[in-house]
């Protein structure tokens, strides 16, 4: 038996052997497989192009490649001798935004919203750039089959910005139909700079839960509003209280985030109107406090109108909800370890839980597995510095300006992901 040193260098060893296969020629092909995927984004679940091109840039692989999982998913299984399975996770779909980078290759794509409206279409989050660091790793890793054992199952998911597209892939079989994995790894792009790893145990992104809400009142003339019950005022005053549930029903040990995005009321500004519509928007850290925080909103809702006199309950419906995604503690230390002695400890660095939202952490516990999702740099280091030495930020993610640096976020991305997985592979 080889001590864990040696066993460690061994593994070391193979990882380096495993990424000789990230050649030039094959970096400079996944980085056009990317410029096609930024050109033409796709809205959540109507990723039918991109996944086509998954699909068609596995197919030269030696995996089995399966298309139309919860919509337009595609789930890819390299099989490699016995050993563990790990999954590998990549989201596929754009914004609503109108491209502002410049670059050669943006998009001026325009698709059909659901309700209807036709709109610019942005790669904006990135995940043009995970999809295509999801293909590098797999050709990587299908052509470096000396080095490891075990399997690999890559899930490439639609609707992520909506929420859905992980559920969607597992009401559609996944767990039935693929391997079940024993961790699922998965990362985001992020204006850092390239090549570095932000990590965190334990709660690492929020949970999300938006309502639509209409107030019911009585339309009348804005002169004589003794005739009239006005809604206005009544989401004006729900508004207010909303602020009181963070600040005081939340424990300062807890965190929480309350936002009214949308208040819409009205014609003019001397008629009363009938209704009122709110759109509210929730963040939580635990499971109680989610639960807490959703009821709080209810009961302030319900009584501002009650306490108005409302002839008619307000209408409150739960539109997209995303759990919190939990880090499980061991499984990172793990990841993190094999990163850290593969890139250099000053690559890794720890984040504090972050207030976005994602749904990579529902596959996981859908089979009870632990789920390890990081943020990768993916910004020139260069470019970085010198914005940030000039006193701005880079521009975030959603932004019409954002856009990771080609290189080095694309061979960055693909080294962290390879990295992460032969840490739970079976090293030969
Ligand atoms: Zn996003
Ligand atoms: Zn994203």
């Given at each position: ?46 990723e039918?192009?991109t996944a086509r091109?998954v699909a068609?840039?596995l ?6 490649v399966t298309t139309g999982i919860?919509?337009t998913g595609v789930v890819a ?13 990549a989201?596929m ?38 999809t ?22 890559g899930v490439f998911q639609p ?270």
């Amino acid at each position: 038996m080889p001590n864990r040193t040696d066993a460690q260098t061994c593994k070391e060893t193979y990882m380096r052997h495993a990424l000789t296969h990230w050649t030039a020629e094959l970096a400079e092909e996944t980085a056009e497989f990317y410029r096609d995927l930024h050109r033409h984004p796709e809205l959540s679940f109507q990723e039918h192009r991109t996944a086509r091109q998954v699909a068609q840039a596995l197919k030269r692989l030696d995996c089995e490649v399966t298309t139309g999982i919860g919509g337009t998913g595609v789930v890819a299984v390299l099989r490699n001798g016995d050993g563990p399975v790990v999954m590998l996770r990549a989201d596929m779909d754009a914004l609503p935004v109108e491209e502002a980078t410049g670059l050669s290759y943006a998009s001026t794509d325009k698709a059909t919203e659901p309700a209807g409206n036709e709109v610019p279409v942005m790669h904006a989050c990135g995940h043009d750039m995970h999809t295509a660091c999801l293909v590098g790793t797999l050709t990587v890793l299908s052509q470096a089959r000396e080095s490891w054992a075990g399997t690999v199952v890559g899930v490439f998911q639609p609707a992520e910005e909506v929420t859905g597209g992980a559920a969607a892939m597992i009401a559609d079989g996944l767990f039935e139909r693929f391997p079940v994995p024993e961790v699922v790894l998965a990362q985001h792009v992020s204006p850092a700079p390239a090549g570095t790893v932000g990590h965190g145990s334990g709660p690492f992104m929020a949970a999300s839960d938006s309502a639509q809400v209409t107030l019911f009142g009585r339309g009348g003339h804005g002169a004589s509003p003794q005739y009239a019950l006005d809604p206005v005022l009544m989401a004006a005053s729900v508004v207010v209280r909303l602020q009181g549930i963070v600040a005081r029903e939340i424990s300062m040990h807890e965190q929480a985030v309350v936002t009214v995005g949308r208040l819409q009321a009205g014609t003019k500004d001397n008629v009363i109107p009938d209704t009122a519509e709110l759109g509210i928007n929730i963040r939580t850290y635990s499971a109680q406090i989610r639960q807490k925080v959703r009821a709080a909103v209810e009961r302030v809702i319900r009584a501002e109108a009650a306490a108005a006199g409302a002839e008619r309950e307000p209408a409150i419906e739960w539109t997209h909800g995303a759990p919190v995604l939990v880090n499980d503690p061991e499984a990172t230390a793990r990841t993190v370890k094999g990163l850290e002695e593969h890139l250099g400890v000053e690559r890794l660095t720890p984040l504090p839980p972050m207030p976005a939202s994602e749904d990579a952490g529902v596959f996981g516990e859908a089979v009870g597995a632990p789920t390890v999702y990081w943020m990768w740099g993916g910004s020139d280091p260069e470019e970085f510095s010198a914005t940030m030495a000039e006193g701005r930020m880079p521009p975030l993610n959603h932004r019409p300006d954002y856009a990771p640096a080609l290189e080095p976020a694309l061979s960055t991305g693909v080294e962290i992901m390879t990295v992460a997985a032969l840490t739970w592979l079976t090293a030969r």
